[in-house]
C-alpha cells in the first residue's frame, strides 16, 4: 500500500528522467507510474537506474487516447498527477505545429478531465502541470517575467503551452481541482535530447563539424540546471499554494553565444582538438522565424513563498552535461 500513487507523464524525456529516479529515491513511500508515448525524444536508457525500483512502474501510452488515459487512472488507482508530457522543440514546432497542439493542449485537456472525472476537487489529489517561461513571449534589454506577466506566445511551441496553461487555470476555477503550474526557464543538464542547443553544440564540436548558432548569437536564455529545477517542482508540488502559478528560473542569462564559448574553451581543455580550438567551428546561420530575443525569470514568489533557490552554478553544471555527453557519446553518428 503507498501513500500515493503519482502519475509522472512524459518520464522518459529529458526533464522526466532525471525527475523520476529523484522523486522514486526521495519517495519511497509513493507509487510512481510513468507514462510516456516514446516519441523520438523519449528513451528508456536514461530510467534504467529505475528498473529496479519496487516503487516504479512504466507505462508506454499516449496521453491523447481517452480510454487509454483514463483505464490507467483506474488500474493503479492514480491519486496525483505531474504532467511533463509535451512535444518541446521550437524548431520542430515550426515544421509541424499540429503535433504540438494534439500533445500539448489535447493531451492536457484529456488528463484534466480523466482527473476531474475519478478525484473531483478534492483537496489531497494534486494536478500538477510542467509549463515553461515561453508563454510569456519576449523581454527587451530590461525586465523579467513574473507570475503576472501577460502571456504572448510567438512560436506554436510555447503557443500550445499556454493553451494548455490556460485549460489548467480553467479546470481551477471552474471545476476547483487542485492544480498547480510552473513556468521555467531553459533546462540543461545529463540526458537532453540531442536535437536541442547545448547537446547540439558539444555534439557538433565533438564530431569537429559546424556549431549552427541563429541569428547574431544575441538571444538571451536564463539556464537553470535539470535536478534544480526536480527540486523546485518537487516543493511545488508539495507545498504550491491550489491554483497558483510559480515561476522557475537561474538568473544565469547568457546569450546563445556566450553558453557556446563556454563550451568550445571547456571542450579545449577537456578534448583539445589536433590544431587549433573550438570556437573557430562557430558558425552562424540564418535566425529561426519569430525567435524570441530574452527571456529572464523573476522567481522571488518561488523563493520567498517556498523557499527555494538555485543549487548549481553554471560553470559546474555545464562541466557535468559535457561529461554527460562524452559518456554517452552524443556526437556518435551512429548513434
Ligand atoms: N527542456 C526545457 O528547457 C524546458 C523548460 C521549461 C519547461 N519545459 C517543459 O517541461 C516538460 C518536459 O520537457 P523536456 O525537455 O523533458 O521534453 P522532452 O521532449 O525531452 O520529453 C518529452 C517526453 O514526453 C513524451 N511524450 C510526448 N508526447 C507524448 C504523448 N502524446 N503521450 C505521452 N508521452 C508523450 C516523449 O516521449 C518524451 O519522453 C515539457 O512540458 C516542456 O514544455 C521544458
Known sequence: ?????????????????????????????????????????GNLNNLSECDAMPNYVFVHGDICDTSFVVKIFD??????????????????????????VETNVLGTFMLLDAFRK??????????HHISTDEVYGTLGTNGYFTEKSAYAPNSPYSASKAGSDMLVRSYFHT??????????????????????LIPTIIRHALAEKPIPIYGDGKNIRDWLYVLDHCRAVDLIFHQGRIGETYNIGGHTEKTNLQVAFKICDLLDKTRPRKSGHYRELISFVPDRPGHDRRYSIDFTKLETDLGWTAQESFSHGIRQTILWCLSANI???KK
Not at 12 to 18: C, D, E, L, P
Not at 76 to 90: G, K, L, R
Request: charged share 20%; hydrophobic share 30%; proline share 5%.
Open 1 to 41: 500500500m503507498f501513500a500515493k500513487n503519482v502519475l509522472i507523464t512524459g518520464g522518459a524525456g529529458f526533464i522526466g528522467s532525471n525527475f523520476v529516479p529523484y522523486f522514486c529515491t526521495k519517495y519511497p513511500d509513493y507509487r510512481i507510474i510513468n507514462l510516456d508515448k516514446l516519441t523520438y525524444a
Open 175 to 196: 471545476y476547483g481541482l487542485n492544480t498547480v503550474t510552473s513556468n521555467c526557464s531553459n533546462n540543461y543538464g545529463p540526458k537532453q535530447h540531442s536535437e536541442k
Open 331 to 333: 556526437w556518435d553518428p
Open 75 to 100: 488500474e493503479y488507482d492514480i491519486t496525483d498527477v505531474i504532467h511533463f508530457a509535451a512535444e518541446s522543440h521550437v524548431d520542430n514546432s515550426i515544421a509541424n505545429p499540429r503535433a504540438f
Open 118 to 127: 475519478k478525484l473531483g476537487d478534492s483537496s489531497r489529489n494534486r494536478f
